[in-house]
């Protein structure tokens, strides 16, 4: 006996959220647009997650292209003792680091390459050759560099 087919439940269309006020669409986005946009997406954010018991990170721009949009995200977790959210990376860091001439205090530090700011995120032992990862500061894009280099930059920005 053949069975008759399931029927589909209709997915919800993936449009964008609408307010019931429309705005009418800056021509483009600025720093200081999109600066104001995260800080207002993160205090919903908070308020949200607070409602449940939750803490927010994150709200960092990324993939920015002033004539189109830009990506955030937030990551929203169980605070711990000191109020941060559990990384991994973090973690892994902290584990890794003097493996690779760093202190375990370095992860989130922030050090210049170039007349940039980077800010260490990350470290991936499957990369010897440049197992340090960091974001430049300005946009948030990834870049991969030799822990030797990354030490040496950080003894360059201590006072």
Do not use: W
């Amino acid at each position: 006996m053949k069975k008759p087919p399931r029927k589909r439940q209709p997915s919800a269309p993936k449009a964008p959220a609408q307010t019931r006020v429309k705005v009418q669409p800056p021509r483009n986005l600025t720093p200081e647009l999109c600066d104001r946009l995260r800080r207002d997406m993160m205090k919903a954010c908070l308020a949200v997650a607070e409602t449940h018991g939750l803490t927010v990170e994150g709200g960092d721009l990324t993939d920015i292209d002033l004539r189109h949009s830009f990506e955030i995200s937030f990551r929203v977790g169980i605070p711990q003792e000191d109020g941060a959210i559990y990384s991994p990376n973090k973690a892994m860091f902290e584990v890794l680091a003097p493996h690779f001439g760093l202190e375990p205090s370095d992860y989130g530090r922030t050090f210049r390459s170039k007349d940039e700011l980077f800010r260490i995120v990350a470290i991936n032992p499957n990369r010897p050759k440049y197992p340090v990862s960091a974001e430049r500061v300005s946009d948030g894009r990834g870049f991969k560099f030799p822990a030797d280099n990354v030490a040496m930059y950080l003894l360059r920005s201590d006072p």
